[in-house]
């Protein structure tokens, strides 16, 4: 997936899309088996919907890596880091989410 990625000229966009496509999902199959997702759509929801602050695509036009702001871009990667580094607690990210989207866990 590392070449498709190279497509892209901005390198935000490159992070944010290797973290929630590669490195995230094999975290979370191999040495983070209690995070409550596994899927890239699943982290770019939760990271999305938290930048946000509610369902991301209310608030920004799809595919939302092509309509997110620098900072939006920014932000996005230092969840996505925190989230790896356990700054903070994935299970309550994706509950919030759950629940913005009127889906209770």
Request: charge should be neutral.
């Amino acid at each position: 997936m590392a070449k498709q990625l190279d497509l892209f000229p901005d390198p935000l966009v490159t992070e944010y899309l290797r973290l929630t496509r590669e490195e995230m999902p094999c975290l979370a199959r191999g040495g983070r088996p209690d995070w409550p997702v596994q899927e890239d759509h699943c982290f770019q929801r939760i990271v999305l919907d938290h930048l946000c602050s509610g369902v991301w695509y209310d608030h920004l036009a799809k595919p939302a890596y092509k309509n997110m702001t620098q900072d939006q871009l920014q932000q996005a990667i230092g969840l996505c880091r925190r989230i790896i580094s356990d700054d903070v607690d994935l299970k309550r990210l994706n509950q919030q989410s759950l629940m913005w989207r009127g889906k209770h866990c």
